[in-house]
């Protein structure tokens, strides 16, 4: 395994069923310990994925609704 690979694998580990407020946390303590640390780089990346997913699901939900009176 490479270096990018462990990156990957310490990353799901790190993330997996975390709260988006623990996944802010654990990226501002990676940044806190080193400011161009990959792995906060890939939490982050986790956070926006999160988010635009999100969004989606809000866009998706809004127009299946029927319009209001």
Not at 7 to 17: D, F, I, K, Y
Request: charged share 30%; hydrophobic share 45%.
């Amino acid at each position: 395994m490479d270096h990018n690979d462990l990156t990957a694998m310490a990353a799901r580990n790190l993330t997996e069923g975390a709260t988006l407020e623990e996944l802010s946390e654990a990226a501002r303590d990676l940044r806190a310990l080193s400011p161009e640390s990959a792995l906060a780089d890939l939490v982050e990346a986790k956070i926006a994925r999160i988010l635009a997913e999100s969004e989606q699901t809000n866009i998706e939900a809004d127009a299946t609704r029927p319009a209001s009176p």
